[in-house]
């Protein structure tokens, strides 16, 4: 009797005493860790959750041109309405990040999810272009609430050597569903209106939100930090400022005082924000990660094959469409980007987990792929050749997803386990800032190439051959940056 009495306070000890082992032990009890189906369903929710941060934008440019029309706005109105989403997105993450961080993340990226379908449906049955900003903004806020989540939450699910092959899966499944939903979009959009674009989206979110409150566990930190207004304000504006301002610079030029004077004050605040940060107690965000070359060479990467993806995919349509390649042979040619998205995301997974390749080698590869795609349109004579528009997207679109594995495995596993949802805002303000540079610099550099102003195939393929010079200078860059010798200077 005195064993057994003895045995139970034992074991009523160690039930008090808080368990801080591998962030799956803190998401998931034992008896379920020794079953993988409930940690690849939450995965496979967490993947479509993830995937909405890319199906809405895609459906919102499909929606947007009709919805312009039919609410009267004038072009400069249609263009900021297009973008805000994106804007606020940026500005929110960090924020949300925070309060996913303090008070559960499941119960963030639920509410998320399901003010994404009501944004969506507000977007919908918007009778003028007020409403249909409102519905926008929400969607910005909504949508950082739910992405920011999926990546704190994916690190509390797999122990740090899977998650290269944990976020293929979430790319993945990501990429397979934009592309379902926008091959789609054109059918339902051309039944039943721009209207029913949107209602789509919000019919998605809702049916995720369900699934998401069956198959996700809760998460909480540990550590209840203080909620740091003031970082969240000079982060969210000077985001808003360099986000607003790169993309200006694609409509009003580079030169423009707005543009200008819209990046210097970015800068000076996010320099404001980096300092705050280092003096405070309990900062929103952890400077100090900027100092590990693998979490720059990341942030760097992110930035740059952003660029390469928005570079090709704004520059394709400006010079097939002129030219009279029909819009529906342009959209199955822009889809070839996702499909290699699609074979890219496992790829990198299976290369990291299976054959133990390195983030410096995935980076650097991943660059001069992306300097090989753009290159290769130098070839182009014609603007209605379809085949090397389509190889070239293909090829920068599986280096996205090549790179954006390592990234994210980088990113978040550098992250202190109360700060994931803070540390996670990294990755879509880089990708912003990346996606806006490439929208900025395409069109100029062909400009440069044209005659008479217009955009011809010779214009087109050098433009984007001289923009590949920069990614095989940054492949060079981040294998030095990633050298064991400078990684053990700052281990």
Not at 383 to 410: E, K
Request: hydrophobic share 55%; charged share 10%; net charge positive.
């Amino acid at each position: 009797m005195e064993t057994q009495s003895t045995h139970r306070r034992a074991t009523a000890r160690i039930a008090a005493t808080p368990q801080i082992q591998t962030p799956t032990e803190q998401a998931w009890p034992a008896h379920r860790l020794r079953a993988r189906k409930p940690v690849m369903a939450a995965m496979i929710c967490i993947a479509l959750v993830g995937g909405m941060q890319g199906v809405d934008p895609a459906l919102h440019s499909v929606a947007m041109p009709a919805a312009a029309k039919a609410l009267g706005m004038d072009p400069a109105l249609a263009s900021f309405l297009k973008s805000i989403g994106t804007i606020v997105l940026a500005a929110s993450m960090l924020g949300v990040g925070i309060i996913g961080d303090r008070h559960g993340r499941k119960k963030v990226l639920v509410a998320g999810i399901l003010l994404m379908g009501v944004a969506a449906f507000i977007t919908a049955v918007a009778p003028n272009p007020l409403v249909f900003a409102v519905g926008r903004v929400l969607m910005g806020v909504s949508t950082a609430m739910s992405f920011a989540m999926c990546l704190a939450l994916i690190p509390t699910l797999f122990e740090k050597k899977d998650l290269p092959k944990a976020f293929g899966l979430f790319f993945g499944a990501g990429a397979t569903l934009i592309v379902i939903a926008t091959s789609l979009s054109g059918s339902i959009q051309g039944a039943f209106g721009w209207r029913a674009t949107y209602i789509s989206t919000a019919v998605l979110c809702l049916a995720l939100t369900f699934t998401a409150l069956r198959l996700l566990p809760e998460n909480n930190t540990s550590a209840q930090r203080k909620f740091d207004s003031v970082g969240v304000v000079l982060a969210a504006a000077g985001l808003i400022a360099l986000v607003y301002s790169i993309g200006q610079a694609s409509t009003r030029g580079w030169g423009s005082p707005l543009v200008i004077g819209g990046i210097f004050t970015a800068l000076v605040i996010l320099a404001g924000f980096a300092l705050w940060e280092r003096r405070i107690q309990s900062p929103a965000f952890p400077v100090d990660l900027f100092k590990k070359p693998a979490f720059s060479a990341a942030c760097l990467a992110g930035v740059l094959f952003n660029w390469a993806d928005a570079s090709m995919l704004g520059q394709y349509p400006a010079l097939a469409l002129p030219a009279g390649v029909p819009a529906s042979a342009v959209s199955v040619v822009v889809a070839v980007m996702y499909i290699g998205m699609i074979c890219g995301a496992p790829m990198a997974g299976l290369a990291q987990k299976r054959f133990g390749a390195s983030n410096r080698t995935m980076f650097t590869s991943g660059l001069l792929l992306c300097a090989a795609g753009l290159a290769s349109q130098i070839f182009m004579k014609d603007p209605h050749n379809i085949t090397l528009p389509a190889a070239g997207l293909f090829i920068v679109g599986f280096a996205v997803m090549w790179m954006q594995n390592p990234q994210s495995a980088v990113i978040m596993g550098s992250a202190p386990a109360d700060q994931l949802g803070a540390v996670g805002a990294v990755k879509p303000a880089v990708g912003q800032f990346g996606f806006g540079l490439g929208f900025a610099l395409a069109g100029p550099m062909s400009t440069i190439f044209m005659q008479d102003g217009i955009m011809t195939a010779h214009a087109y393929g050098m433009g984007l051959a001289a923009q590949s010079l920069f990614f095989v200078i940054a492949a060079a860059l981040i294998f030095l940056l990633l050298t064991p010798r400078n990684r053990r200077a700052t281990a």
